[in-house]
Each structure stands twice: as C-alpha cells, then as structure tokens.
C-alpha cells in the first residue's frame, strides 16, 4: 500500500507573534523554513493548507478552563504580558496559539480521513512545555497533546508522541502520564530545562535522557534500543512527533550535538515504523529550534523521508 499525500499546515498568525527583540522563538525561524523547503524542492511535494483556529472543547480536553480563558482574553494593544520569565504575549499570540493548536485538529482529521499519510504543523508557538494549567517555556497551548486528544475522542484506541526536542515536553507528560492510551517516547538533554526528574510511577512514559555532547551515537541508540521496542509493544495506530530540532550541534540553546543526518535518519525510522504498523500514519508538530538556518535544514531533512517514500 502505497502512502497517501503528504501536507504542510501552517497559518499567517504564526508570524505575527513575536516576543522580545532577540528572543530564540522568533517568527524569522519560520520564514527559513519556508525558503529551504522551496529552494530543496520539497514544496512541490507538500499539499498545503491554511490552519483552523482549534475549537474551546479541543482545548479543554487537555487543559483546565481557567488556563484556557487566560490566553484567549490576554490580548494587549501594545507592548508584551508576561506569563513568565521567558513567555510573553503580544496583540496576536492567542490568535497564533488557536491555530497552532487548530493545526493539530485539522491533520488528525487529515489522516483519519486517509486523505493524508504525513502532515507536518510548521507552526508557532510551539507547544509541549504548555501543561494542563499553565503556559510556560515559550508555550501557551499543547499542540501534541490536543492532536493526541482529537485523535482519542474520533476513537483510536492507542496514540504514541515522540518527542525529540532538547528540552523534556514536560506539559505532555503532565497531560498524559495517567493515560493508558498514550505512550510518551522522549529523548532529552539532562539537566537542562524544565529539569524533568521522571516518574517511575508512569509506565507510559519511555524517558531517555542523554547527557550534554552525547552525539548521534547516544541519541540514535535512544531510539533504537528504547523508543522502537516501546513502539512495537504498545502497538499505537498513530503516531505524533514533537518535532524539536534544538538538539542540532549549532543550536545555541542545546548541547547534544547532533547533526542534519541525524533527523534524516530519524524520519526514516518513524517513516519505517509508521508503514508498517500504522497505516503511514503520522502528524509532525514543529517544536524547538533556534538558529534560524540549522532549523531549516534539520526541518527538511526529517520531512524528506517522507516525501521519497
């Protein structure tokens, strides 16, 4: 069976959030993005389609109504609310936060559908620090975790996220640790933001620390000896990819120094997993990283796999 076509969602309001002069998230992370996919002709591969706002009951699967209301209403004329130290909000981040959020709804339908095989969200903000009360660490809304949520309630029995950002999708684990249909594969620098300690308690959390300047070999044995064997054991009928690339070597705000090969092979390996068991099945939501040209690449060498299938 041959996969079905691959789309790229994405919305004019993600470019409009921007937090302070110089902050890492910066819309400029996107519009490099999108010159490296014209200029690797991987645009022409790309359906592409225009985010829809998530709905209120798409969020409050994933999040208490308080935390819900607080971004919607938080909507300055001028100038920046800060929810913490790092997070700001300016005129147009609840705007941006609903669509990213929505990018999520609409590729689970995609799928589902099976009128798509591979949707990537290149979407901002992003959102797997976002936890059931609160925005933090850049994020305001879970996009992983309302795509998982959507996915459970059109009723797939078993939803795997895999998150490979360099920082540990602490709102996703918040999210889902109690959740028997859900099985969280992450791979992470440790310590570093949000200085996650685990939870042995969580059997469907599939946790992988790395150290600082581990490299490929540590992060691809991640994979290979944890996350796969995890994945054929849970069986999950989708899979959700938190797809972070602030574990490339020249990211400033990382240290596991990996390479573009490295997301190369990566899409490979979930591309694989994905044919075989899950129908080609997978929704990629754009997570961390922070040097604008390094994204780019890494963005293009994880979607390429799924492109050449």
Known sequence: MSAPPSYWLSHPSSRLHRMEEGHPECPERLA??????????????????????????????????DHVESV?????????????????????????????AGAGVLAVELVLSCRAGFVFCGVRPPGHHAERHRAMGFCFFNNIAVA????????????????FDVHYGNGTADIFRAEPRVLLCST?????????????????????????????????????????????????????????????????????????????????QIRDFAAEHCEHRVIAMLEG?????????????????????
Do not use: K
């Open 32 to 65: 490099a993005i999108e010159d490296r996919l014209l200029a690797g002709g991987l645009d022409f591969f790309l359906r592409r389609l225009d985010a829809p706002e998530a709905p209120v009951e798409a969020l409050l699967r994933v999040h208490e109504a």
């Open 72 to 100: 919607l209403r938080t909507r300055p004329a001028e100038g920046l609310v800060h929810v913490d130290p790092d997070t700001a909000m300016n005129a147009h981040t609840a705007d941006a936060a609903l669509h990213a």
């Open 148 to 163: 998982a949520a959507e996915a459970l309630a059109r009723g797939i029995g078993r939803v795997a996220v895999l998150d």
């Open 188 to 268: 992470y620098q440790h310590p570093l933001y949000p200085d996650w300690a685990g939870d042995p308690d969580a059997p469907g959390l599939v946790d992988v620390p790395l150290a600082q300047g581990d490299g490929s070999v540590a992060y691809r044995a991640a994979i290979s000896e944890h996350w796969l064997p995890a994945l054929q054991e849970f069986a999950p009928e989708l899979l959700l990819v938190s797809a972070g690339f602030d574990a490339h070597i020249r990211d400033p705000l990382g240290g596991l120094r990996l390479s573009d090969e490295d997301f190369y092979w990566t899409g490979q």
């Open 289 to 309: 990283g922070y040097e604008p040209h390094a994204l780019a690449r890494c963005v293009e060498a994880f979607v390429r796999p799924f492109v050449d299938a």
